[in-house]
């Protein structure tokens, strides 16, 4: 099993940026896929973005295709999500999860479902 511990979320100026971190450990993390997803108080957790094991596919959400950034250290067993130009409506709880790498994920890799391990979520919230 892989453990995920996501940090660096606060309070950020709209138009400012962030970045995101997610630790991982217990397997080797190049081994998975790894995803990127949010939830605001009342509404159901949604896709941010999501790459697989090398780093070369990436894949956004509408809401935030422009602003944000995915990327990993496999040697560090780090991922990292940037987002930029932030806006008050990305304030949310942002997980980090990871799922294997395959024909499956890449079909689903926005859904919740494909992905095996969570982290326990870092708080963002932007001001206006």
């Known amino acids: 099993q892989v453990q995920l511990v996501e940090s660096g979320g606060g309070l950020v100026q709209a138009g400012g940026s962030l970045r995101l971190s997610c630790a991982a450990s217990?397997?080797?993390?190049?081994?998975?896929?790894v995803g990127w997803f949010r939830q605001a108080p009342g509404k159901e957790r949604e896709f941010v973005a999501a790459?697989?094991?090398?780093?070369?596919?990436?894949y956004f959400a509408n809401s935030v295709k422009g602003r944000c950034t995915i990327s990993r250290d496999n040697i560090k067993n780090l991922a990292y999500l940037r987002l930029n130009s932030l806006k008050s409506e990305d304030t949310a709880v942002y997980y980090c999860?990871?799922?294997?790498?395959?024909?499956?994920?890449?079909?689903?890799?926005?859904?919740?479902?494909?992905?095996?391990?969570w982290g326990q979520g870092t708080q963002v919230t932007v001001s206006s």
């Open positions: 217990g397997r080797t993390f190049s081994s998975y896929a």
């Open positions: 999860a990871a799922a294997r790498d395959g024909s499956s994920w890449l079909r689903g890799y926005s859904d919740r479902s494909e992905y095996d391990a």
């Open positions: 790459t697989g094991w090398s780093g070369d596919r990436r």
